[in-house]
């Protein structure tokens, strides 16, 4: 069983960063791909990016390459999302999530485990 909680969001301005974080239980965290999604209101929750269990493969939504950063620190058991230039279109409650020895699944029913969430609001 793994628990994730995540931190960091908030309110910024257009342009602006917030830097997003997600700490895991258990002492098999390495072994766990991990993934960021959203969820704005009113629609579906939407891949954002992920990392592979080894950390040697990110993968990222097309709307966010080049502005966000997913990173990983084993030693922590945290993974990291680097948001930057965000856009109001950027709002939404991120997720982080954790698949079992996975690849980095763009996929949510990939994941075995979900952290609570965190609001990222970005005004214009």
């Known amino acids: 069983q793994v628990q994730l909680v995540e931190s960091g969001g908030g309110l910024v301005q257009a342009g602006g960063s917030l830097r997003l974080s997600c700490a895991a239980s258990?002492?098999?965290?390495?072994?766990?791909?991990m993934g960021w999604f959203r969820q704005a209101p009113g629609k579906e929750r939407e891949f954002v990016a992920a990392i592979s269990w080894g950390g040697g493969s990110t993968y990222y939504a097309d709307s966010v390459k080049g502005r966000f950063t997913f990173s990983r620190d084993n030693a922590k058991n945290t993974v990291y999302l680097q948001m930057n230039s965000l856009k109001p279109e950027d709002t939404a409650v991120y997720y982080c999530?954790?698949?079992?020895?996975?690849?980095?699944?763009?996929?949510?029913?990939?994941?075995?485990?979900w952290g609570q969430g965190t609001q990222v609001t970005v005004s214009s």
């Open positions: 258990g002492r098999t965290f390495s072994t766990y791909a």
């Open positions: 999530a954790a698949e079992p020895y996975g690849g980095g699944s763009m996929a949510n029913f990939e994941y075995d485990y």
